[in-house]
């Protein structure tokens, strides 16, 4: 996964590849995936990144990002801060061989979502099988 990149720049941008406009049948969400595809990804917030990676669109960028996102809130979610359970959820559902690309974001993950203390059932079942999927460590 690219460590530092331009967050001016669009998925299109990033990936070199700009999608064809989305079929005139599509669906509201595949509509709106083509269009934050094209806006920069510094503009994203929290719910537009979750339904980008839930879609596993735009990985390598916005897996960094939105880990970024969740160890800046964590902390706070004991505090009464919000921490974005979609976002969450959408990290931490994508597949093991996704985070065995990103090695440094899963680590940071596991690190965040361990301070986590108020979360669904439901969050929880998905965070749980998230850290299960993590490599050991060997030393």
């Known amino acids: 996964m690219p460590g530092d990149f331009d967050r001016g720049g669009s998925l299109e941008e ?8 989305p079929p005139a049948d599509s669906t509201p969400m595949v509509r709106n995936v083509y269009e934050l595809r094209r806006r ?4 994203l917030e929290p719910h537009e990144l979750a339904r980008l990676i839930g879609q596993d669109v735009g990985l390598p960028w916005l897996l960094p990002l939105a880990v970024e996102i969740l160890r800046d809130t964590a902390p706070r979610q004991g505090e009464g801060g919000r921490l974005d359970d979609d976002l969450l959820y959408a990290v931490v559902t994508r597949k093991p061989e996704v985070w065995a690309t990103a090695p440094e974001p899963a680590r940071e993950l596991g690190e965040t979502v361990a301070l986590l203390t108020d979360v669904s059932r439901y969050v929880r079942r998905a965070i749980d099988a998230f850290l299960s999927a993590l490599p050991g460590d060997d030393a």
Do not use: D, I, K, M
């Open 14 to 21: 990033l990936e070199g590849l700009r999608w064809p406009a």
């Open 40 to 43: 920069p990804v510094a503009t």
